[in-house]
T-cell receptor, first 112, second 114 residues
Framework: DAGVTQSPTHLIKTRGQQVTLRCSPK?????VSWYQQALGQGPQFIFQ???????QRGNFPDRFSGHQFPNYSSELNVNALLLGDSALYLC???????????FGSGTRLTVV | GESVGLHLPTLSVQEGDNSIINCAYS??????FIWYKQESGKGPQFIID?????DKRQGQRVTVLLNKTVKHLSLQIAATQPGDSAVYFC?????????????FGKGTKLSVKP
């Protein structure tokens, strides 16, 4: 039984570009949350998707957007990348709208 | 929010000793708490959880203690092994408010000396 899978594992983008990260939740899970983890810090909540809708959002600008598909997989899009967007982006899945606590291994984004 | 930048609190222990990692949480409405282990280059891995109607919960080699009065959590690891070396985070959740997002603490780096 696959856990939470994220792709790609690493990528490098140039400032001003756009990026899309992907997440497949653990089997049986229907909720996906995204977190940003800067080096040396704890993960910070970006947003959560449930039933294909954004249910909650953290303190992140509109440059960060997402989507959830009918198969519960999700995408995180970041526009107009800044150097400060360099981080590990984590996806967490769970069952129902209140939980999301099985994490994937993350996508390491480097903005140059 | 909280930040310690690159200077995580570090706990260094000898293999076989017991480890205690502490965490102060911020939201008095939080009623569910989780400890995560994060190894370098990996995502957080669930260790143990506890609900606010409990003050202690035990797993295999790990125990979590919750003190709601002072909003403090601790994780005890018995007979610490080199494979326990990682960064440990506590996370809190206010389920009664349908708050779906985990709020993470600052993290503690555990280093186990063989």
């Amino acid at each position: 039984d696959a856990g939470v899978t994220q792709s790609p594992t690493h990528l490098i983008k140039t400032r001003g570009q756009q990026v899309t990260l992907r997440c497949s939740p653990k089997s049986g899970h229907d909720t996906v949350s995204w977190y940003q983890q800067a080096l040396g810090q704890g993960p910070q909540f970006i947003f959560q998707y449930y039933e294909e809708e954004e249910r909650q959002r953290g303190n992140f600008p509109d440059r960060f957007s997402g989507h959830q598909f009918p198969n519960y997989s999700s995408e995180l899009n970041v526009n107009a990348l800044l150097l400060g967007d360099s981080a590990l982006y984590l996806c967490a899945s769970g069952r129902g709208a209140n939980y999301g606590y099985t994490f994937g291994s993350g996508t390491r984004l480097t903005v140059v | 929010g909280e930040s310690v930048g690159l200077h995580l609190p570090t706990l260094s222990v000898q293999e076989g000793d017991n480890s205690i990692i502490n965490c102060a949480y911020s939201n008095s409405a939080s009623d569910y708490f989780i400890w995560y282990k994060q190894e370098s280059g990996k995502g957080p891995q669930f260790i143990i959880d506890i609900r606010s109607n409990m003050d202690k919960r035990q797993g295999q080699r790990v125990t979590v203690l919750l003190n709601k009065t002072v909003k403090h959590l601790s994780l005890q690891i018995a007979a610490t092994q080199p494979g326990d070396s990682a960064v440990y985070f506590c996370a809190e959740l206010a389920t009664s408010r349908s708050q779906g997002n985990l709020i993470f603490g600052k993290g503690t780096k555990l280093s186990v000396k063989p």
